[in-house]
Structure formats: structure tokens, C-alpha cells
Nanobody, 115 residues
Framework: QVQLVESGGGLVQPGGSLRLSCAAS????????MGWHRQAPGKQRERVAT???????NYADSVKGRFTISRDNAKNTMYLQMNSLKPEDTAVYYC?????????WGQGTQVTVSS
């Protein structure tokens, strides 16, 4: 059973930073890709960023230049560094991982950007 556990969410002022972590229950070496998605109240879930096993990254236009996705296979953990946060970044952020045809999701962590 694959478990993905997000942490690092919280309340931050506009312009601030947060780093989300996604800890996996086992080795993430074979997960390809891994990613972050988010869902704001009343909106559809959207892909924020993905990272392949070779660490090729891809970002939604709305977060390019502000967010950075990374993975540490030795620690079985993926990260999302979020800088210059905006109120529109407020959402529940989900960690995702794919292994072949199977996809896995974490339970989500709330990020609120507000003054």
C-alpha cells in the first residue's frame, strides 16, 4: 500500500514563502512522474508542477518562476518550494505519484495566502 503524506501547509501573507513536503511510505525511485496538484474552493483541481525520474520539471503557467518542484530519492520525499505567494494560490495541495498505470494521491495540505 502506497502512502503519500503532505506537510508544510499553513497561513502565509501575500509575498511570503512556504515549502511543502511529500513523504512516501517506500522508495520513490520508481515513481515517474511525481507531482503537485491543487484545488481551490469552487474550482476544478489543477496540476501545479510535475517532476520525472530524470528530474525534468514542468509547471503551470500561473506558478512559473515562483514555485520549484524537487525530489530526494534517498529521503523518499518530494518538495514544492513556493515563493511570492498570492491570494489566488490558496488551495488544498495534493501530492501525486505514478508507477506504471497506477496513480496515487496524498490526503492534501491546506495553503492559505491572506493578510
Amino acid at each position: 500500500q502506497v502512502q503519500l503524506v503532505e506537510s508544510g501547509g499553513g497561513l502565509v501573507q501575500p509575498g511570503g514563502s512556504l515549502r511543502l513536503s511529500c513523504a512516501a511510505s517506500g522508495s520513490i525511485f520508481s515513481y515517474n512522474p511525481m507531482g503537485w496538484h491543487r484545488q481551490a474552493p469552487g474550482k476544478q483541481r489543477e496540476r501545479v508542477a510535475t517532476i520525472t525520474g530524470k528530474e525534468t520539471t514542468n509547471y503551470a503557467d500561473s506558478v512559473k518562476g515562483r514555485f520549484t518542484i524537487s525530489r530526494d530519492n534517498a529521503k523518499n520525499t518530494m518538495y514544492l518550494q513556493m515563493n511570492s505567494l498570492k491570494p489566488e494560490d490558496t488551495a488544498v495541495y495534493y501530492c501525486t505519484a505514478n508507477r506504471g498505470p497506477l496513480g496515487y494521491w496524498g490526503q492534501g495540505t491546506q495553503v492559505t495566502v491572506s493578510s
